[in-house]
């Protein structure tokens, strides 16, 4: 294998457990970074991930296929003493994954 990109990934902490599995079945290995960030504070995963430019197609189609973007409702804040009954709540999409790709020059494991 000539690795000549890397994929750095950040996903939902929630849905990186099964993007692990499925990337190992496929022969992708990955480094894993633990974060926190985001609006929600919600835990992330960075992966990096070397792979060949003509294995990206499947890499895109394992994350899409393991890290759904979906819907979720959140309090919109500090509420006032003056508002009564529930706070207001906001509707907000969460998971998918962010990726970048970079070529490499080199690459060598040790």
């Known amino acids: ?13 929630t849905q990186s457990r ?3 599995i499925a990337l190992g079945e496929e022969g992708f ?9 985001g609006f929600l504070h919600d835990s992330l995963v960075t992966l990096f991930i070397g792979v060949e430019e003509r294995c990206l197609p ?3 189609m394992l994350m899409e296929e393991c890290c759904p973007r979906r ?5 919109l804040g500090v509420e006032t003493a003056m508002a009564s009954g529930y706070p207001t709540m906001i509707e907000t ?18």
């Open 29 to 37: 290995r990955a480094t894993i970074v633990n974060a926190t960030g």
């Open 18 to 20: 099964d993007l692990m």
């Open 1 to 13: 294998m000539s690795i000549d990109r890397l994929a750095i990934a950040i996903v939902d902490g």
């Open 58 to 60: 499947r890499l895109f």
């Open 71 to 75: 819907t979720r409702y959140v309090p």
């Open 93 to 110: 999409s969460e998971g998918g994954a962010a990726i970048f790709i970079l070529p490499v020059e080199e690459f060598r494991q040790l």
